[in-house]
């Protein structure tokens, strides 16, 4: 079993054999939710939490000199809030110069933040023009230098990226490269950047992946990242590939936000509704501190709670089309009303006869 070199880490390790026992792992793996920019903010992460959460969770990633600019620092503090009692993120951040890593990471730390993660994976050409994300995987030494800014600040630092940038066996050059930086936790999403999300994540790889861990750097844990849909389908591939310390699930929740549940069952719609209400309840509130935001934004969530049960597609396009909280909840109230009165029509009352 991995020993981490990391207090935080290994706590997160130690934490997740809590959960019930699994036949066939004799080593339960860490859980967590991958950062998604415009998904994973503090409300979004209250409401799987809700659901039953994963052990760990990353924020949005937020570029790392924006965290102490004065112009950008009120945009950041959005992205990098946590709600009191809201289990503590990992902050992701983005960028390629060690100084930026130096005062973002000490300004996180001042801020409660325990461990950061560095964004090696991003594919938007935005992100990479700017030398950030995936242009690391071109640039070995702007890497080797925001994680050793990073690290100015005592926090543990990890990092998250992919196998390659067009070719895939970059890796064998770039992982054992990032792991000779003395990490506590690489997190690789098992595709290139050349092939975005456009293809089958390669789990193919997986074992080398351990291979090169187990020899290089023994005390870092290693996370796989990639079509990973919900926690028994991680066990199942942790079975199969013994080695692999975490799990990380992205769009995995946008297909069930009980992903991370340890017992799989069906939810019943007024489960599945009450999350949405929730959403709803909290996007206020934090529209309330940081708005005004985009309501836009917040119907792409609709989707996720809003399927697989009769009316559903009718509910999801007029949900689509509101224009507020206001309304949203409003369409929820009649379906809901309307939803009890079709129940009651089909249900046949048995009373005793006297
Ligand atoms: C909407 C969206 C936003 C994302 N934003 C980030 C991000 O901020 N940081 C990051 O490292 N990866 C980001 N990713 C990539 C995911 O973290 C993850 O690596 C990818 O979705 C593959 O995992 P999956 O198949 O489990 O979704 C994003 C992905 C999506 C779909």
Redesign the pocket.
Known sequence: MVQVNSAYWQNVVDEAQNHPAVAGLDKLPFFSM???????DSVFRRVVAHAGGPDVY????TNARSITHPKAKFSAQARLHVEDGEKMPVA?I?GNRKIDFETATQDLKEHGYQAI?I????PSGTIIKNGG?CDMIRHFDDAAAVIEGAKTSGLPISA?T?LGFNELDTFETWIPFLLKQDIPLL?V?V?SRKEM?KVP?HYEYIDRLVQLRDEIAPHTLLQI?????DRNDGLELVRQHPGVDGI???????ENPFAFEDHPREHTLDETLSLLRMQLDLYDTFNAQYGPLNFKKLRRFFKIYVRHFNYASDLRIALMESKDTTEARELLDNFEKQWTAHNAANTIAITQED
Do not use: L, Y
């Open positions: 991958a950062p998604m920019e415009a998904v994973t990353f924020t949005e990633f992701q983005w993660d964004n090696m994976g991003c994300g998250k992919r997190t999403h595709r999300s994540a990242n990639g079509d990973i849909k990380m699930i992205g769009r995995g929740i946008f």
